[in-house]
């Protein structure tokens, strides 16, 4: 008998993917499509990564790693962390997976627990509330409101907060908004999130390098570095540049 899991059954396609689905039969038709539905930029993977990536295998490199990632690899992204975020992340610290989606499925797996509320601003990249519910999380959903750029206050994140809230989702800049956090904006986050030290933050950085004005990306932990004292505080970053 073939058996479907309810967490399973409970999640459907995301509408990112149906959408892009969609452009991409439009343009096998011949239809002059941009797609702005997957978070992807325009241009092909440049040229000099699809040559490491081609020297790797040639060296023979096709083979199982450590599951957190190689030695070389780990120190690549400490060293960006280092050079690009002011962060000091011992290797330890630090997990490569095979995709930013991987990685966050991993990271609410592991630290969301039945009944514990998760913090998701709005509007948010569509993944993070059914990954919340397949780790038995409840999404508590809180607006960005347009006057504010969509992006959430200190005062509507305050208002957010339950004995329930473990996990605060922060992704900026954000999907689908765009909206960048300035370094005042994560400071009065900051503020309210040390009065709650059982709440832990899940920064998902990986658009850092995708602002297309003169905003410019911050951190909160880079804001705040004692908030990395809770035990458990995440950071989804981009592949490492160096
Ligand atoms: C905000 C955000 N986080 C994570 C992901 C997943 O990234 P990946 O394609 O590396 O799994 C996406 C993809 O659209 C995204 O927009």
Redesign the pocket.
């Known amino acids: 008998m073939n058996k479907i899991s309810s967490p399973m059954l409970a999640t459907k396609p995301s509408a990112?993917t149906a959408v892009s689905g969609c452009a991409r039969a439009l343009k096998a038709e011949g239809r002059d499509i941009i797609s702005l539905a997957?978070?992807e930029p325009d241009f092909d993977t440049p040229a000099h990564i699809i040559e490491a990536a081609n020297k790797a295998m040639g060296e023979g490199k096709t083979r199982y790693t450590n599951v957190d990632g190689t030695a070389e690899l780990k120190a690549a992204i400490q060293r960006k962390f280092k050079s690009e975020n002011g962060l000091d992340f011992a290797t330890e610290q630090i997990v490569v997976s095979t995709?930013?989606?991987?990685v966050?499925f991993n990271v609410l797996m592991a630290i969301v627990d039945p009944g514990d509320e998760v913090i998701i601003p709005a509007p948010y990249?569509v993944?993070y509330p059914k990954i919340s519910r397949i780790a038995g999380g409840t999404s508590v959903i809180v607006n960005g409101t347009a006057e504010n750029g969509f992006k959430v206050t200190a005062e509507a994140l305050e208002a957010a907060i339950t004995d329930k809230l473990r996990w605060l989702i922060l992704?900026s800049p954000?999907?689908p908004s765009g909206a960048v956090y300035t370094a005042d904006e994560l400071r009065a986050l900051a503020d309210v999130l040390l009065k709650y030290p059982q709440v832990g933050i899940l920064s998902?950085d990986?658009?850092e390098h995708i602002i297309f004005d003169d905003q410019k990306f911050t951190s909160i932990i880079a804001v705040e570095p004692s908030l990395r004292s809770a035990p458990l505080r995440s950071t989804?970053s981009p592949r490492p540049t160096a």
């Open positions: 990112s997957i978070g995709g930013a989606k991987q966050i990249w993944s992704n954000c999907n998902d990986i658009y989804v």
